[in-house]
């Protein structure tokens, strides 16, 4: 094949291909997404002077991360149109802050939220939960004391996209700000050690 039909060939194939470039979608911005907006708050009886949350690191990002259970146990993956606004631990410590009507205090107790999971579950490819887990730990105004203990794990059932899976996790949030306020009530029953 002779030089010139060898640049003519790829100059049309440079050409087709540039014609084509206009036709392939660009890259989009994910949607982001939190946890709704500003919640009802609900009093309880132990004084709060924080409260915070913290994640296992693979929660660190901020990734709506589900699983295909159906095919893997192990696999975790991320949507890739839609993110969350900031990491589920800080998102999360957010919504409890407003939900949690506490008495002030400037020498309250501190509210610990470890979160261990924080993902969408599939079971079959239109079936799927959420599953919020993990402890809740009080401690002494000092912080030197740990006062109580409360492990939770939540599932909620979510639609088959990461917009269901949004939703869910708004409603995990919601149930346990209720156990939370339920558990703190029952610990300021038997416990003082949390300054008014």
Do not use: N
Request: some cysteine; aromatic content about 6%; overall charge neutral.
């Amino acid at each position: 094949m002779s030089a010139a039909r060898s640049w003519l060939l790829l100059l049309i194939a440079v050409f087709a291909l540039g014609g084509c470039g206009g036709m392939l979608q660009k890259g989009t911005r994910p949607a982001q997404h939190d946890l709704g907006g500003p919640r009802t708050a609900r009093p309880v009886g132990v004084p709060l002077e924080s409260i915070e949350a913290h994640a296992a690191t693979w929660l660190d990002g901020t990734g709506i991360q589900y699983r295909l259970a159906y095919r893997s146990a192990t696999e975790r993956l991320s949507y890739a149109e839609s993110r969350w606004a900031s990491s589920p631990a800080d998102m999360l410590a957010v919504a409890l802050r407003g939900a949690l009507d506490t008495p002030p205090s400037p020498r309250g107790c501190r509210l610990v939220i470890d979160v261990d999971e924080f993902i969408q579950v599939f079971s079959s490819p239109s079936q799927a939960d959420v599953l919020l887990a993990g402890r809740a730990t009080l401690i002494d105004a000092r912080g030197r004391h740990l006062i109580d203990r409360m492990r939770f794990s939540l599932t909620e059932s979510a639609g088959p996209d990461a917009a269901g899976g949004v939703a869910a996790f708004s409603r995990a949030t919601d149930a346990l700000a209720g156990r939370l306020a339920d558990w703190l009530d029952r610990t300021a029953a038997r416990s003082k050690e949390c300054e008014q």
